[in-house]
Structure formats: C-alpha cells, structure tokens
Nanobody, 114 residues
Framework: QVQLVESGGGLVQPGGSLRLSCAAS????????MGWYRQAPGKQRELVAVIMSGGSTNYADSVKGRFTISRDNAKNTVYLQMNSLKPEDTAVYYC????????WGQGTQVTVSS
C-alpha cells in the first residue's frame, strides 16, 4: 500500500509561487498515474493536475498555464509548481493516484492572501 505525505504549502501573496511535494512510500510508484487535488472550505475536492506514468500531463482549466505537475520516480515524489497564485487557489492540497485511490494524506494548506 502506498502512503502519501504532502508538503510545501504556506501563506503567499497573490501573484506569488509555491512548490508542493508529495512523497510516496512503497514500491512500483512509477507505474501509477498521479494527481494533485485540492479542497477549499465548504467545497468538494477537485482534481487540478494529473501526470501519467509515462509523463504526459493534464490540467484543470482554472490552473492551466499557471501550475506544472512533474514527477521524479527515483525519489518516489510528485511535485506541483504553482505560479501566479490567486486567492481562489486557497485550499488544502492533496496528492493521490488517478486511477487507483490510496489512503489520503494530511494534505498541505495553501493560503493566497495579501
């Protein structure tokens, strides 16, 4: 079973940047399509970015052109580079599998505010 630990969140001003990391335990990490999700207060969790096992990526329209997902299979880690952050990006961010759901981690809080 894969365990996931997210990190890298924080408080940032509008227009700023953050880089989130998701460290996965367990073997065979490289075969999984992975996604970054977020959940804002009072809202449902939403998928914002996906990276396939082969490296191709997809993004929600709301983050396209601002966020970049990447992975380092040697380190069992998925990243989310977030640029030009907006207040509406404020949420708890989680990573998880895209086609298979692992136990959810604790997430990392991102707050965009002046």
């Amino acid at each position: 079973q894969v365990q996931l630990v997210e990190s890298g969140g924080g408080l940032v001003q509008p227009g700023g940047s953050l880089r989130l990391s998701c460290a996965a335990s367990g073997s065979m990490f490289s075969i999984y399509d992975m996604g970054w999700y977020r959940q804002a207060p009072g809202k449902q969790r939403e998928l914002v970015a996906v990276i396939m096992s082969g490296g191709s990526t997809n993004y929600a329209d709301s983050v396209k052109g601002r966020f970049t997902i990447s992975r380092d299979n040697a380190k069992n880690t998925v990243y989310l580079q977030m640029n030009s952050l907006k207040p509406e990006d404020t949420a708890v961010y989680y990573c998880n599998g895209r086609r298979i759901e692992f136990d959810w981690g604790q997430g990392t809080q991102v707050t965009v505010s002046s």
